[in-house]
């Protein structure tokens, strides 16, 4: 991928939610909701602290997260659908 964020920006791919429930009940296309849970694939630098030292994200790449439902702009890049946000978006790293 060529794009590289800025600051404390994260680009997340949403990892797609289960399309059965767990008694086994096939959930339609129209009744999904937008997955909040992602992939981090690239992460900015960070932001600068009042003294304006850099100070580096707590997320990677590679990283499972889960982040607000309103969270980021979504953007499509090299054909794949992504989403941009700050890491004060994210709420917490899956695993």
């Given at each position: ?14 990892i ?5 429930t ?13 997955p ?8 900015g630098?960070?932001?600068r602290?009042?003294s ?26 090299d054909?794949?659908?992504l ?6 978006d994210i ?5």
């Amino acid at each position: 991928m060529k794009f590289r964020p800025l600051h404390d920006r994260v680009v997340v791919r949403r990892i797609e939610a289960e399309e059965k429930t767990a008694g086994g009940i096939i959930i339609p296309d129209t009744a999904k909701e937008k997955p909040q849970e992602g992939e981090v694939v690239a992460v900015g630098a960070g932001a600068r602290d009042e003294s304006g030292k850099i100070v580096a994200l707590d997320v990677k790449a590679g990283d499972r997260v889960l982040f607000g439902k309103w969270s980021g702009t979504e953007v499509r890049i090299d054909g794949k659908d992504l989403l941009i946000m700050k890491e004060s978006d994210i709420m917490g790293i899956v695993g």
